[in-house]
T-cell receptor
Framework: DTAVSQTPKYLVTQMGNDKSIKCEQN?????MYWYKQDSKKFLKIMFS???????INETVPNRFSPKSPDKAHLNLHINSLELGDSAVYFC?????????????FGDGTRLSIL | GDSVTQMEGPVTLSEEAFLTINCTYT??????LFWYVQYPGEGLQLLLK?????DKGSNKGFEATYRKETTSFHLEKGSVQVSDSAVYFC???????FGTGTRLQVFP
């Protein structure tokens, strides 16, 4: 009965490869997010989708491409991986964008680039 | 622009000690304020929230009061436990801005 689930939990790959991280939420929320957390625990918003539409797109390299096939899923595809992409990536969801609604987070995907 | 500033950690306490983690914010308008907690190897979980000035959020013995006059939302707990060891994040929800996190370590 996991609310927000991400796969894989760990991802180890070489520089230059292309990889995807999947996220699904079963809370019936309209809004989903991707965050990047660096080694110092700093958490930064990357993207947000509301009802499959992109509403937030922070300054992120265009090697990162989110895709939302339906409002319960938000996947993250990364092309040409670089060393600096090593981080923990968190998916989250909320009932509606911004406002007073708290976010529910997945357990994270730890991406390590060799 | 909007921002959140948290005290740097780690905060190291003995069990049953009093905890304060400071958080101040800069924002336009009247944002909602949140505290999230992250246990090792897990995602962030909502700990408590406050949606307007003078609101007090509370959960699991933790409290924080939304102070508009001092633009603060400090987290407090009267008696910490070893199980409270985690990283705590203050957040401005409207702008999806999180503080840098404060690691709390509680020793028996």
């Amino acid at each position: 009965d996991t609310a927000v689930s991400q796969t894989p939990k760990y991802l180890v790959t070489q520089m230059g490869n292309d990889k995807s991280i999947k996220c699904e939420q079963n809370l019936g929320h309209d809004t989903m997010y991707w965050y990047k957390q660096d080694s110092k625990k700093f958490l930064k918003i990357m993207f947000s989708y509301n009802n499959k539409e992109l509403i937030i797109n922070e300054t992120v390299p265009n090697r990162f491409s989110p895709k939302s096939p339906d409002k319960a899923h938000l996947n993250l595809h990364i092309n040409s991986l670089e060393l600096g992409d090593s981080a923990v990536y968190f998916c989250a969801s909320s009932q509606e964008p911004g406002g007073n609604q708290p976010q529910h987070f997945g357990d994270g995907t730890r991406l390590s680039i060799l | 622009g909007d921002s959140v500033t948290q005290m740097e950690g780690p905060v190291t306490l003995s069990e049953e000690a009093f905890l304060t983690i400071n958080c101040t914010y800069t924002a336009t308008g009247y944002p909602s304020l949140f505290w999230y907690v992250q246990y090792p190897g897990e995602g962030l979980q909502l700990l408590l929230k406050a949606t307007k000035a003078d609101d007090k959020g509370s959960n699991k013995g933790f409290e924080a009061t939304y102070r508009k006059e001092t633009t603060s939302f400090h987290l407090e707990k009267g008696s910490v436990q070893v199980s409270d060891s985690a990283v705590y994040f203050c957040a401005l929800s409207d702008k999806l801005i999180f503080g840098t996190g404060t690691r709390l370590q509680v020793f028996p």
